[in-house]
């Protein structure tokens, strides 16, 4: 059967001049590769794996131009199985039936098939089903590749079967090998300044793909003298960042800017929430979780916190973007500098617990109203203290069921307002105490 699945090999006549550098240097060995060496090493997973001749079911999860394709490929190099590589989003369950059946003749012939699947989170959950008696059987071995977060993406059973890698965007000095090696295979250096050099490879977003095609670009030109940043921006257009307010940059971006937040750190908070603006967020979910910020993480702490959010909220809806963010930006730093306590959201949460486990238990009959003789009959209401009677205001009567022991679920920390809030606390408990010897 002919394989119509397989990679797109490079192709060795064809003249260099006629192929993209991302092509040309493409790495033949896996020692060539650049970066991931927490996976690649001798000690990583991929290297102990390889060093052990026992390769298992991989799902490689990380940002574009990392390099996935390339090392599954190198893999079935080092393993001698044949390499397959088909893309979800042009796969559907026929062509998969394909790929099985060959795979299936490969093996009664003597040899095993390492099937790539790009964007494997794209599979829905019977196509990834389909994939689980092949991949126990032997007749695949498979690589899945996903810039989303598998545990959300894939099926239990799927990643049941498979080892989770996680392939890292490109360092700085990663770019700088790759840039070198580039200018090697070129034969020439880049007609740029250092300065210029380094913006390039910002460019790129610590994708070696985007900066391969950045450098082809750049090398093509005719200059007198090499570029400087600034000339430089004026050729290329910056690299989008990596964003997708649906999918993980979304939960990865706003989950830094709450930890900086509650971390009191606003020059961080004030990055990560520029971060979100610039990739398009809508400022509303961001004045949305800051509100939320205030409740959970300052309360009480700072019982004006949440009223600069909502003022801060107001103020955009009614000035609009982007000056309506600025007002957003201000209240992003007023919550990382603000006292923190989240005293009232753990009381809430033991409340709720409590609740839960005492089920129906009913008020103490002292504080229920008695409407009706009946009631009355039933002692609903009989001894209850009138707090404004006693000369301090305060009664110190049970309101809990009569069976649930007083728990203590506030807890006021020493900070901002609840130092307060804690002097109350401990005054209303002393007097308790005496209403109760």
């Not at 090392?71 to 001698?80: F, P």
């Not at 257009?237 to 649906?246: G, I």
């Not at 009677?389 to 203590?408: C, I, K, L, M, T």
């Amino acid at each position: 059967m002919a394989d119509l699945f397989s990679s797109n090999t490079p192709s060795e006549d064809m003249p260099a001049l006629h192929r993209p550098l991302a092509d040309r240097l493409r790495p033949r060995a896996l020692e060539e590769v650049i970066g991931q060496a927490q996976v690649l090493g001798p000690e990583a997973p991929l290297g102990v794996m390889l060093s052990s001749g026992s390769l298992s079911s991989l799902i490689f999860w990380g940002p574009p131009g990392v390099g996935k394709t390339t090392i599954a490929r190198l893999l079935a190099q080092e393993t001698d199985l044949h390499f397959v590589q088909i893309s979800a989003i042009f796969t559907g369950v026929p062509e998969l039936r394909k790929v099985f059946e060959a795979a299936r003749i490969r093996r009664q012939n003597g040899q095993g098939t390492l099937l790539f699947v790009d964007e494997i989170h794209r599979f829905n959950k019977a196509q990834q089903d389909g994939f689980l008696p092949h991949m126990e059987d032997g007749t695949i071995l498979l690589v899945g590749a996903t810039t989303e977060n598998p545990s959300f993406e894939l099926n239990a059973a799927l990643l049941s079967r498979a080892q989770v890698l996680v392939l890292e965007r490109l360092s700085a000095e990663d770019l700088e090998k790759l840039t070198a090696r580039a200018e090697a295979e070129l034969a020439k250096p880049l007609p740029l300044t250092k300065d210029a050099r380094d913006a390039l490879q910002e460019m790129a977003d610590g994708d070696g793909r985007a900066l391969l095609n950045l450098i082809e670009q750049a090398a093509a030109w005719h200059l007198q003298e090499p570029l400087g940043r600034d000339a430089l921006a004026s050729r290329l257009m910056k690299r989008a960042a990596k964003y997708d307010k649906s999918g993980d940059e979304h939960y990865n971006l706003i989950s830094a800017l709450h930890k900086s937040v509650r971390g009191s750190d606003p020059d961080a908070a004030l990055y990560w929430f520029a971060r979100m603006l610039e990739g398009g967020e809508d400022p509303r979910f961001l004045a949305r979780r800051m509100t939320r910020m205030a409740v959970e993480d300052i309360a009480l702490a700072d019982p004006q916190a949440q009223g600069i959010c909502l003022q801060a909220w107001e103020s955009y809806e009614r000035l609009g973007s982007p000056e309506g963010e600025l007002a957003l930006a201000q209240a992003v730093i007023y919550l990382a500098l603000a006292p923190k306590s989240n005293a009232g959201y753990m009381a809430y949460n033991a409340a709720r617990r409590l609740a839960k486990k005492t089920g129906s238990a009913p008020p103490p009959k002292h504080i229920l109203n008695a409407p009706t003789s009946l009631m009355e009959e039933q002692g609903y209401g009989a001894g209850y203290a009138y707090d404004h009677d006693a000369q301090d205001g305060f009664s110190g009567q049970n309101y809990f069921p009569d069976d649930v022991p007083r728990p203590g679920f506030y807890q006021p920390v020493e900070r901002g307002f609840e130092r307060d809030l804690k002097k109350r606390l401990a005054y209303f408990g002393k007097l308790r105490a005496q209403r109760d010897r």
